[in-house]
């Protein structure tokens, strides 16, 4: 198997006339990395998969595999193998023949094909199914066969358009542990496109977040989701409460926010917004649900609120309680399930309290609509 | 009687009209290719003949156009299903705002007059023969101005359109990304055309042929004008329409329905079985349970009357080495000629008694009816005899 090879946006543009489908893409992908682009459907993702796949040339900029121009190479000169959305399994051919295709347009012999096909079928555990037809198999095999047929190729970088999307849950996630497996063992790069922050959070090295054409952060799932270097990568990636107001006080890397309903409340600035904030402008302040928790005291500081429980969740492994704090303004808090009966009554007064380190602040910009 | 019942009945009685309307004409049409006959008709009802079949396959004209239309036929199939593929192909990948216009335009050929696509055709080729300032006699001349040639030619030009539309139908199916697969996992785009795009064509190609072919045998208004110093089937039948005909037409008729009724039960029979097989495999059928039928013909009408159908092929070339119609044959000519003397016998004792009468009540002012002509055994009155050539001239004569 080929070792991983990394791949470069350089100022990439990709414009459908006057529409931009992607603005000023820079991406620098290690070899051997799980890469992830994690965005709302229409934000552009799946155009950069197929402008590295080679479908699309991009209107500006360059993209380099392993440091190569792939500019004028048609995709099926590059070394990448992308797995699409809806598969698109051969439907005609059997599923050994759909593996070895690659092959086949090579020139292999059938039986050389065959070898290496069931060779691949044994590694997806499909052994023994090479003449079934792809209709025949379930949505699991059939995404396997896929994944199979694309590493048949030897590609360098392995592309994945949302392919368990149209899987149901437990298969989803039954997937995501195979693909992380597979990727342990042939070593190759993926780039995987997907508008669901669990997997993009669970299987990545690094996650690059899109709205609209635009790549708002590339970074670690973790500091995606502790430090959200947006508004829109804040609120699009997991849950998040907001809260509006101006800047009353900058010391070093935390700010203090004087909100509109809650007070003034202290918090941390966003890693990449450190330095360009000042007193005065308009900011916004994120805290998590479970960033939240009960306090025992009335304290009034500058890290509690207080507010009315409205209703509450169960949701498993954790109680979500929806607040409203002074002037109406909404909350949600998740406390963990340790075998409470109950969190709150309704219409009791709660008096949450949370660590500055667990809130972010940073300026207005556009959020993730629902 | 309840009002279901009503609908039931009325509903019967509309089917049986409507099969008679659709088939009656073929039913007649096979009739007559077996009675003896000498002019396409069912009744009166002679004798029961196969000397129709024998005489269609002596005429040479009709042979020889059965050749020119098969050949024509083959290489209408191979042109327009081309063209038609290569059509269809561009119309799901051209610009959306083209598509409407190319759409028209593909299509047009449907519209217009196959007539005026006959003559377009001639006229076109002459044209580019003269443009191009091949000389009389050169390979070139004699191409455009060779029947066979231009005949192809005309047909495709709107059989490609037929042929396009059973494509765009299978087209729509096609899902473009199991190109961009193939492309992607290191095939041309030959290649992907060839291993992915066509053999999911390939029903739809089989169609368009069988569609082409028959188009292309059936076609009278084109060919006439292309075919020039050739013949095929639909102009030589036209030809002996126009001079007469006699029931060795009906006799190809008949042979072209078999043919049409075996190939298409033929076909169904397998579809069945596919589909049979398919449901078995899949366990949504159970093998069928042992009957006293063969498991060929179990539940499967069309392989029923298939089977019957070669019996009654099986029984007619027995028949045929076995029966001789001429006996019977020339008891019908006696009848016939005892019937035609009774008749002028009658006439003749009418024109005696009026005669007498006529001595008695003074001069006859009305003309004697003459005896009426003996016609020859072509012109026994079927069709008001419009097509007995003889027509024209004792018109004249009146």
Request: hydrophobic letters at 45%; charged letters at 20%; proline letters at 5%.
């Amino acid at each position: 198997m080929s070792s991983g090879v990394a791949i470069d946006l350089e100022n990439v543009w990709i414009k459908f006339g006057d529409f931009v489908a992607v603005r000023e893409a820079n991406v620098n992908i290690n070899g051997g990395d799980f890469f992830s682009f994690l965005g709302p459907s229409g934000c552009g993702k799946t155009t950069i998969l197929r402008a590295i796949s080679g479908f699309l040339e991009p209107s500006d900029g360059r993209i380099l595999i392993g440091g190569a121009d792939m500019a004028g190479i048609g995709p099926n000169k590059r070394p990448t193998a992308l797995i699409f959305q809806n598969l698109a399994l051969f439907p005609l051919m059997k599923v050994w023949e759909n593996i070895a295709f690659s092959m086949e347009v090579a020139g292999a012999s059938a039986a050389e094909r065959r070898k290496r096909a069931d060779e691949l079928l044994d590694m997806i555990a499909l052994d023994g199914q090479g003449d079934k037809l792809p209709s025949e198999l379930s949505g699991g095999q059939k995404q396997r066969v896929a994944i199979a047929r694309a590493l048949c190729a030897n590609p360098d970088v392995l592309l994945l358009d949302e392919p368990l999307s149209a899987l149901d849950l437990k298969l989803r996630q039954h997937m995501r542990t195979e693909l992380r497996e597979i990727r342990r063992r042939v070593g190759i790069t993926f780039i995987y496109i997907t508008h669901d922050q669990g997997e993009a959070l669970t299987m990545s090295d690094t996650v690059a977040v899109m709205k609209s054409g635009v790549i708002d952060q590339i970074d670690t799932g973790h500091n995606i989701y502790d430090h959200p270097s947006t508004p829109f990568v804040a609120s699009f990636v997991g849950e998040n409460n907001l809260f509006r107001g101006k800047i009353k006080q900058i010391s070093g890397n935390e700010a203090v926010i004087s909100t509109r309903r809650s007070g003034d409340l202290l918090a941390q600035i966003t890693p990449s917004q450190v330095g360009k904030l000042s007193v005065g402008n308009e900011a916004m302040l994120f805290i998590r649900p479970e960033a939240l928790e009960l306090s025992d005291s009335k304290a009034t500081g500058k890290t509690s609120i207080s507010a009315n429980v409205v209703n509450q969740e169960f949701e498993g492994n954790s109680f979500s309680v929806f607040l409203e704090g002074d002037g109406g303004k909404q909350i949600k808090m998740s406390v963990p399930n340790l075998g409470q009966d109950n969190i709150a009554a309704a219409g009791e007064n709660l008096s949450l309290r949370y660590d500055a380190a667990n809130a972010v602040v940073m300026p207005v910009g556009e959020l993730a609509s629902e | 009687m309840s009002s279901t019942a009503l609908i039931r009945i009325a509903l019967g009685a509309y089917f049986v009209i409507f099969f008679s309307y659709l088939l009656g004409p073929l039913v007649v049409m096979s009739l007559t290719a077996f009675n003896s006959s000498a002019f396409p008709s069912v009744s009166p009802w002679a004798c029961f003949t196969y000397e129709w079949f024998e005489v269609l396959f002596n005429d040479k004209s009709i042979r020889q156009g059965i050749y020119y239309s098969v050949i024509i036929g083959l290489g209408t199939v191979v042109l327009s299903v081309s063209m038609g593929l290569a059509a269809s192909i561009v119309l799901t990948q051209i610009w959306p705002r083209l598509r409407s216009t190319y759409y028209t335009m593909i299509i047009a050929p449907i519209l217009i007059p196959g007539v005026v696509l006959g003559i377009s055709t001639l006229v076109f080729w002459d044209r580019v023969g003269d443009f191009l300032g091949v000389s009389e006699g050169s390979l070139l001349d004699l191409l455009f101005h060779n029947g066979i040639f231009l005949t192809i030619l005309g047909q495709s030009s709107f059989i490609a359109s037929y042929a396009m539309l059973v494509f765009v139908a299978r087209l729509q199916r096609f899902d473009p990304g199991l190109t961009e697969a193939a492309l992607d996992l290191g095939a041309t785009h030959t290649q992907a055309f060839r291993k992915i795009m066509l053999p999911f064509m390939r029903p739809a190609i089989a169609s368009a042929a069988v569609l082409a072919f028959l188009a292309s045998f059936e076609n009278y208004n084109t060919t006439t004008f292309t075919i020039v110093d050739y013949k095929t089937l639909t102009t030589v039948l036209a030809q002996k329409v126009r001079l007469g005909i006699n029931p060795s037409i009906s006799s190809l008729a008949f042979i072209i329905i078999a043919l049409t009724i075996f190939v298409a039960l033929a076909f169904e029979a397998n579809r069945r079985n596919q589909a049979r097989k398919n449901a078995v495999k899949e366990g949504k059928a159970s093998t069928p349970k042992k009957g006293f039928l063969p498991p060929f013909l179990r539940g499967n009408p069309a392989a029923i009357v298939f089977v019957a159908l070669a019996f009654v092929a099986i029984g007619m070339v027995g028949t045929a080495q076995q029966y001789s119609p001429e006996s019977c044959k020339i008891q019908y000519q006696e009848a016939k000629q005892i019937e035609i003397q009774r008749r002028i016998q009658e006439l003749q004792q009418k024109r005696k008694i009026r005669d007498q009468s006529g001595a008695r009540n003074g001069p006859d002012i009305f003309v004697t009816p003459p005896p009426k002509k003996v016609q020859p055994e072509g012109g026994s009155g079927a069709f008001g005899n419009v097509f007995d050539p003889g027509n024209l001239n004792s018109d004249k004569n009146n």
